[in-house]
């Protein structure tokens, strides 16, 4: 597995940095009117207080839903499925080890030009009580001198069984 890190991306202007573990954000670092950088994210320095730490979801990828499910549970195509209860009688966010608590692979990292980072994922059939398997990529990108930009996708790669 893929060691938990921080990268950066900059365009000159903006600069952001963001891990592989959870595609986190970490830090996002912006000018104001006259060109003073500010970080206007909430975050923490180092990786490993979110993976230590009872780091609240800062700048995550929850996955594979975000916010409650009543009482974690839910039925899809006449299916009942039961999920990790984590949040009062309530199953929330991805569950106990969601998609903002594993490492994600760097499929792709681009410095140059238009700086880009693209994490995947591979999550698979009965993680976290969900269905089938899932492949989730996130690719971040500073397009212009004043953008970030957050482009998510995920791809079903079996069928829920019967
Ligand atoms: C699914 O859960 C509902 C509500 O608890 C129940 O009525 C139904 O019989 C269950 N279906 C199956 C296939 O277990
Ligand atoms: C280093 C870098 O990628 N800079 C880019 C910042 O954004 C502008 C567009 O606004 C690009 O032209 C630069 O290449």
Not at 9 to 26: D, E, M, P, Q, R
Not at 47 to 65: E, K, L, M, Q, S
Not at 80 to 88: D, F, K, T, V
Request: glycine letters at 10%.
């Amino acid at each position: 597995m893929a060691k938990p890190e921080i990268f950066e991306l900059s365009n000159g202007t903006i600069n952001l940095k963001v891990s592989n573990f959870g595609a986190i954000i970490t830090s996002l670092l912006v000018p104001d009117a006259k060109g003073n950088l500010a970080d206007v994210v909430l975050g923490f320095d180092s990786v490993d207080a979110y993976i230590n730490g009872n780091t609240p979801y800062f700048g995550c990828i929850v996955g594979r839903v975000a916010n409650r499910i009543k009482d974690g549970k839910f039925t899809l195509d006449g299916v009942n499925y039961s999920l990790p209860i984590n949040n009062g009688p309530n199953s929330l966010h991805g569950g106990i080890k969601g998609f903002d608590k594993v490492v994600w692979e760097v499929a792709e990292h681009k410095t140059t030009q238009n700086p880009s980072i693209t994490f995947k994922y591979q999550s698979k059939d009965g993680e976290e009580g969900y269905p089938g398997d899932v492949t989730v990529t996130a690719t971040y990108s500073l397009p212009s001198s004043n953008s970030l930009k957050l482009e998510m996708e995920a791809e079903p790669r079996t069928r829920p069984p019967r």
